[in-house]
């Protein structure tokens, strides 16, 4: 069984900064491709960054010079650096990975979702 549980929520001002953190757990052989997803109340869920298991990045428009995905493969764990946080940007964050499992010679890969943390910015 796999899991990806995010941490690192919680309520700032604007202006602020929140780090999140997805990390992978169970039996698996490795992580590729890793993307940060949010959702706000009545709104679709949007990507906000992915990171290729080469460190390729992508992000949204409007996360462009605020948000910073990362990753630290020896943690199988995947960051999102998010400064100068907006009241836009509160949602619930949600960490997607493509994860493969199974063995060396016979792996399998799927998508896995996190269950979401939430990030509320006060004005």
């Known amino acids: 069984q796999v899991q990806l549980v995010e941490s690192g929520g919680g309520l700032v001002q604007a202006g602020g900064s929140l780090r999140l953190s997805c990390a992978a757990s169970?039996?698996?052989?490795?992580?590729?491709?890793m993307g940060w997803y949010r959702q706000a109340l009545g709104q679709q869920r949007e990507l906000v960054a992915h990171i290729s298991i080469g460190a390729g990045t992508n992000y949204a428009d409007s996360v462009k010079g605020r948000f910073t995905v990362s990753r630290d493969n020896a943690k199988n764990t995947v960051y999102l650096q998010m400064n100068s946080l907006k009241p836009e940007d509160t949602a619930v964050y949600y960490c997607n990975a493509a994860i493969k499992t199974g063995t060396a010679l016979s792996t399998f890969t799927h998508d896995y979702w996190g269950k979401g943390t939430q990030v509320s910015v006060s004005s």
């Open positions: 169970g039996s698996f052989v490795s992580i590729d491709a």
